[in-house]
């Protein structure tokens, strides 16, 4: 059973309570900060480790850390609120810009599905797929492609209207919106509400992913995303959007990202922050209480299921941080061992989209190389077999076998089967966290592909 200390702390400016957990041989496992805000405002709570630096030994050192890191953690939650999180008296400051027809579409979209963008160079073939999914159709259903869509909305909490022009060059739409949600108060104004409610595409734009989680999460605004998704509304997102479409998240919601080497030599490092935990539904998933009943939504959804995903994966060399990300899901019990259950990861290279249609059918997209120097646009599906019982992790990680099927894009590539019938040129391998170092500071992590961890 486990034991439960109880320590508050109240002064002028910090409010928090915290749970230190005795596992069962009696020793502090982890802690659970904030809960009663976590209750009051839908915050998932934290699960940082006691043992910051990994040693196996609980100091002082990393007790004075892990308080270090529940007050910054506390700040920037807090914060957000304090512009009016409930929505109430503060005036929001959401910004909307719209390009074409001021008169909303009668169009209705024909299909929904996932756009996944990795960053970088925006690649135009994701947005023509998602602006003529709103297309008018034959009557054998065939797309007309001389007429004109819906409207299409970018949603962002920082940035400005550059969208706009870029998309009405690609696809001919009734209109092109950007709806600016800097702050969690605009996410509960009826105008913005009515803006998502109005789309036939929606596209999440780069950022900062917790501004997203800060602001979004358990809002009106999340509502109104299910919404979209069960009227057959197509949903994109690049780098930070992207970091949000999966069913499991990596928040960055301590204000630092995290590299491949710091998540390997640490696997609990602070910085490794993942939405979803076992009292807390996450932020666009299917495992929402609220859309359990929605098989569209659900269905869409799905196709992630047990799944987080990772941008700029090539370029900014992520594969050990997604590789973590995996393990703990797994040794965090997030994903519950059954005969076939595995936990799974999408890394996506620059200038890459991978489109799936609610079938679960999908194609690899990407800009043509300009150079011989250029990375190969490509889409990384990784998967790892759960095992059953408690996983327990090792600083540096060791996680092996983690299965690789490399996608990359192929001007005549058809479609596939996403998880079960990649195509015939795929590139299929294994990598693994030794648990082993190279150097005094780099952890160990190989390949079964002679060309090393990105095939």
């Known amino acids: 059973m486990v034991r439960k200390l109880r320590f508050e702390k109240l002064d002028t400016r910090v409010v928090f309570a915290i749970d230190f957990d005795f596992d069962f041989n009696g020793q502090l496992d982890c802690l659970d900060p904030l809960s009663m805000i976590d209750t009051m405002h839908g915050f998932r709570p934290s699960n940082n480790k006691m043992d910051v630096d990994g040693d196996g030994r609980l100091t002082e050192s ?14 920037a939650r807090i914060a957000p609120m304090a512009k009016g999180g409930g929505g109430g008296s503060v005036k929001p400051t959401f910004k909307y810009w719209r390009s074409g027809s001021s008169a909303n579409s009668l169009a209705s979209s024909v299909s929904g599905g996932l756009g996944l963008m990795g960053g970088g160079v925006d690649v135009d073939r994701l947005f023509q797929w998602m602006g003529q999914k709103s297309y008018p159709r034959d009557g054998f259903g065939n797309l007309v492609t001389s007429g004109t869509g819906g409207d299409f909305l970018i949603l962002r909490a920082t940035g400005t209207e550059a969208y706009n022009s870029y998309i009405q060059s690609l696809v001919s739409m009734n209109s092109v919106a ?22 036939e595409a929606i ?37 930070a959007g992207l970091a949000v479409l ?46 359990s009943g929605e098989s569209t939504i659900t ?38 061992a059954t005969n076939s259950s595995s936990v799974r990861g999408i890394g996506i290279n620059e200038q890459t989209a991978l489109l799936i249609e609610p079938n679960g059918t999908a194609v690899v997209v990407g800009n043509n190389p300009t150079g011989t120097t250029d990375l190969p646009r490509s889409v990384y599906f990784m998967e790892h077999v759960i095992a059953a019982g408690s996983q327990t992790l090792t600083s540096p990680l060791t996680y092996t076998n983690t299965q690789v099927t490399r996608v990359d894009y192929e001007p005549t590539a058809s479609s596939f089967q996403i998880w079960t019938s990649f195509p015939a040129t795929a590139k299929k391998y294994a990598v693994s966290a030794t648990g082993k170092l190279v150097s ?12 090393g961890v990105y095939g």
């Open 178 to 199: 950007t709806l600016l949600l800097p702050d969690r108060s605009s996410a509960f104004d009826p105008n913005v509400l009515t803006i998502i409610n109005n789309a």
């Open 62 to 75: 990393d007790v004075l850390r892990v308080t270090e890191q529940v007050n910054a953690e506390f700040s």
């Open 246 to 291: 999966g069913d499991y998240d990596f928040t960055a919601s301590t204000g630092s990202t995290i590299v491949s080497n710091d998540a390997l030599m640490n696997p609990y490092n602070s910085a490794i922050t993942i939405d979803g935990n076992s009292t807390s539904d996450g932020f666009l998933t299917r495992r929402d209480n609220s859309i």
């Open 440 to 451: 005094r500071k780099v952890a160990e992590l190989t390949s079964t592909s002679s060309t």
């Open 299 to 336: 269905n869409v959804l799905g196709i992630l299921a047990n799944t987080i995903t990772d941008s700029h994966f090539r370029q900014r060399d992520r594969v050990g941080r997604l590789v973590t990300f995996m393990a703990r899901l797994d040794a965090d019990d997030l994903i519950k």
């Open 203 to 239: 596209f999440i734009a780069g950022g900062d992913q917790a501004d997203y989680f800060n602001f979004w999460n358990e809002t009106p605004v999340e509502d109104a995303l299910y919404n979209a998704m069960n009227r057959n509304v197509p949903i994109g997102g690049t780098s």
